[in-house]
C-alpha cells in the first residue's frame, strides 16, 4: 500500500516537473492564433451579418402578412 502511494506521488511529481519544464521552454506558447485572428473575426462578423439581415428580411415579410 505503501509502495503504491511513494509510487503516485512519484509520478505526479514528474508530471509536474514536465509540465513546468514544457512552459518555461514556450511549448504551449501560441504564435498561430494572433496572426489568424483578423480572418477569423472577418468571417464571424460576416455571418452575424447575414444572420441579423435574415432576421430583418423574416420580419418584414410577417409584418407585411398581417
Known sequence: ???LIGFSLLLAVSFLIAFLR??????????????????LDDIT????EKKESNQ???SNHTKNQA
Request: aromatic share 8%; net charge negative; no cysteine.
Open 22 to 39: 514544457s512552459v518555461k521552454n514556450g511549448q504551449f506558447d501560441d504564435d498561430y492564433t494572433p496572426s489568424v485572428r483578423i480572418l
Open 1 to 3: 500500500m505503501i509502495v
Open 45 to 48: 462578423v460576416k455571418t452575424e
Open 56 to 58: 430583418s428580411i423574416i
